[in-house]
């Protein structure tokens, strides 16, 4: 139980265009996302935590404009990079969290390259 | 914003030695969790505790919640070749304002020789 799955798991684009990268809980219903940022053999940063219904909350820093984020349903969550630029390359996890639970599961990650 | 000790970076073990890694706070934490990472891969769940003075195995895995409650250690015996990856340590501080928001450790790189 408690699997999380991305997608796409890599995406290639070029700078200026916009990429969805979509999030879901396969066996269990999350009340609660969060979108991670993570740098090669660096830390998860914490991005933003989307709640179901409800407009995500961003950490400082983040531009709420560049990083739109969605969670339409209890099982999925998306975020969309708008306007990328190289500087947004990094490799992006989700994870997932049921009501009332502490425990994060995460999502196998999403490679984003922008040319 | 809050950070978590992880200690130490890196370690470098010849395969069949026991590892200990740990994680220590300024502040007291609800809950600990310790997850493992492979490259290119998100990071996977191995042990989570929820109470202080809690210790749980997991096969080769040992993880105790701290009795003070700002600490938590993950040993690992017996290490094989598989258990190379990078573990973090993370924790829900006590009295936090956002909910299920998790503090993160940097991470404790390990690779084992065979």
């Known amino acids: 139980g408690a699997v999380v799955s991305q997608h796409p798991s890599w995406v290639i684009c070029k700078s200026g265009t916009s990429v969805k990268i979509e999030c879901r809980s396969l066996?269990?219903?999350?009340?609660?996302m969060f979108w991670y940022r993570q740098f090669p053999k660096q830390s998860l940063m914490l991005m933003a935590t989307?709640?179901?219904?409800?407009?995500?909350?961003?950490e400082q820093g983040v531009e709420k404009d560049k990083f739109l984020i969605n969670h339409a349903s209890l099982t999925l969550s998306t975020l969309t990079v708008t306007s990328a630029h190289p500087e947004d390359s990094s490799f992006y996890i989700c994870?997932?969290?049921?009501?009332?639970?502490?425990?994060?599961?995460f999502g196998p990650g999403t490679r984003l390259t922008v040319l | 914003g809050q950070q978590l000790n992880q200690s130490p970076q890196s370690m470098f073990i010849q395969e069949g030695e026991d590892v200990s890694m740990n994680c220590t706070s300024s502040?007291?934490?609800?809950?600990w969790l310790w997850y493992k990472q492979e490259p290119g891969e998100g990071p996977v769940l191995l042990i989570a505790?929820?109470?202080?003075?809690e210790l749980t195995s997991n096969g080769r895995l040992t993880a105790q919640f701290g009795i003070t409650r700002k600490d938590s250690f993950l040993n690992i015996s017996a290490s094989i070749p598989s258990d190379v990856g990078i573990y973090f340590c993370?924790?829900?501080?006590?009295?936090?304002?956002?909910?299920?928001?998790?503090?993160f450790g940097q991470g404790t790189i390990l690779t084992v020789h065979p």
């Open positions: 066996d269990f219903q999350a009340t609660t």
């Open positions: 989307s709640n179901e219904g409800s407009k995500a909350t961003y």
């Open positions: 993370a924790g829900q501080p006590a009295g936090g304002t956002s909910y299920g928001k998790l503090t």
């Open positions: 994870s997932a969290a049921a009501g009332g639970a502490d425990t994060q599961y």
């Open positions: 502040s007291i934490f609800n809950t």
């Open positions: 505790l929820y109470k202080a003075g």
